[in-house]
């Protein structure tokens, strides 16, 4: 007797993720070798993985990343980033940990305003190139930003796609993440920036010396003598305010993101007038091909319903008891979301909670959703491809000469997880339940 379909998915799941886990093979091919043994398999076909909305690829994430990988190709041509690198430098004065600090904060608050993976793939050529500068060990600096972003991007509605798809589900406002979320972020990134000291002190404290020299020398230069091209930067930052004031306003003008990115990347391409072969030259083409295969392998587990029964079964548990099922929304939505990417757990799991939402009294109820979200957003700091911001930094760092393994990041990840989870536990309970 053949094997169930959920049997083989999670089969076919875990051999997978073992094999990205341990690199024995390029994740690429491993995650393409996953989605052509599902095919194989018949856990998935054609129109399951390119045509379905709730288990295929999400080609809005997908032409979102290229359009700005368009963007910030064009960008670095106009000298740019190395402006910006040497302003951090300059402002850091060469001290390893306040550069890490300027960064993060940076990095968290533009991920509030636009979305996570849209800011790291503009800042990460930022500490790329100020590391370079200060002969800094990169990989610390880049961990951090993906860190500060996935934790930064909690804040509103359009800084996490979990957020956008829970709001949609649950049809709450920009206004109401502002009220629920962004305390409690602003709360966990100051901590943040006390724990990456803690993490990172020793790796940092080896090259202050070095940096703090090299600083000296960089205070001497003038920030604008990096700029190559100034008449085309003016043109293209014009095109990256539009981009950033469409990303704002998407769900106001129902326009998805991606095609947002797409149209300022024409435009882009349009002002400066670069050659194709210069700007498709930085696109991640590998990153880009990971995440669609992760969106199928995902969607195997979705279409089988692995995910969805987990989730119902877990719901179940908790009975009438909302405080124990925002618990496990919280903590549940971290363990499972760090493995499966947060995005396409997000979108199984939201009916789920919907129906749990609807039995539950309206203040109660309401409170499953911030714990869902809590969960689903910062258990995107647990592994290497738990969040798109990961990918997107991990990718980067590969195509740079300075690669982070898959366990590299996860130790630091689980460790900022933990920390964050048991900060946004305390505050679900006092803020929804202690005074009820």
């Known amino acids: 007797m053949s094997a169930p379909p959920a049997v083989l998915a999670v089969a076919v799941f875990v051999a997978t993720y073992f094999l990205i886990a341990t690199e024995r093979i390029h994740r690429v091919a491993a995650a393409v070798g996953g989605v052509a043994l599902m095919a194989i398999l018949g856990i998935v076909d054609t129109e399951t993985a390119f045509y379905s909305e709730r288990s295929g690829i999400d080609w809005n994430v997908i032409f979102l990343l290229f359009g700005m990988m368009i963007v910030v190709s064009i960008l670095k041509q106009t000298g740019l980033f190395d402006y910006l690198a040497v302003w951090a430098a300059q402002r850091s004065r060469g001290r390893p940990f306040r550069l890490m600090a300027l960064l993060m904060t940076v990095t968290a608050t533009a991920s509030a305003l636009l ?8 800042m990460a050529p930022v500490a790329l ?6 002969g800094l060990d990169p990989v610390p600096y880049l961990i ?4 500060s972003s996935n934790v930064g991007g909690a804040a509103t509605l ?16 920009f206004n109401d993440f502002l009220v629920h979320m962004t305390p409690i972020v602003i709360v966990m990134q100051v901590l943040l920036l006390g724990l990456a000291w ?3 002190r020793r790796r940092l404290d080896a090259r202050a010396g070095r940096a703090g020299d090299l600083a000296d020398t960089i205070c001497d230069l003038s920030p604008g003598d990096e700029i190559r091209d100034r008449r085309m930067l003016r043109r293209c930052l014009v095109v990256l305010a539009l981009v950033m004031v469409g990303f704002s306003l998407h769900s106001v003008l129902h326009v998805q993101p991606s095609l947002i990115a797409l149209l300022g990347a024409w435009l882009m391409v349009l002002v400066s007038g670069a050659h194709p072969a210069q700007f498709l030259e930085e696109v991640e083409w590998p990153t880009l091909a990971f995440f669609m295969a992760l969106f199928v392998l995902v969607g195997g587990l979705v279409e089988t319903g692995v995910i969805g029964n987990l989730g119902e079964a877990a719901v179940a548990a908790t009975g009438d008891q909302s405080f124990a099922a925002a618990s496990f929304l919280l903590f549940g939505s971290a363990v499972l979301g760090a493995f499966v990417d947060n995005i396409p757990y997000t979108t199984a799991m939201a009916p789920v909670v919907q129906d749990l939402v609807a039995s539950l009294p309206a203040a109660e109820g309401q409170s499953l959703w911030w714990a869902f979200a809590l969960g689903a957003d910062l258990g995107g700091n647990t592994t290497a491809v738990a969040a798109g911001a990961n990918v997107v930094i991990i990718g980067i760092a590969a195509r740079n000469g300075t690669p982070v393994s898959f366990w590299e990041f996860t130790r630091y990840g689980l460790i900022v997880t933990a920390m964050t989870l048991v900060v946004a536990w305390a ?5 929804y339940f202690a005074f009820a």
């Open 158 to 173: 359009i800084g996490d796609p979990p957020n956008i798809i829970i709001a949609s589900r649950a049809g709450l406002s």
């Open 198 to 200: 803690l993490l990172f």
């Open 115 to 122: 979305d996570n993976v849209t800011t790291v793939l503009l």
């Open 129 to 134: 190139m100020v590391c370079r500068r200060l």
């Open 144 to 147: 951090t930003l993906a860190f």
């Open 427 to 431: 505050y679900v309970w006092a803020r």
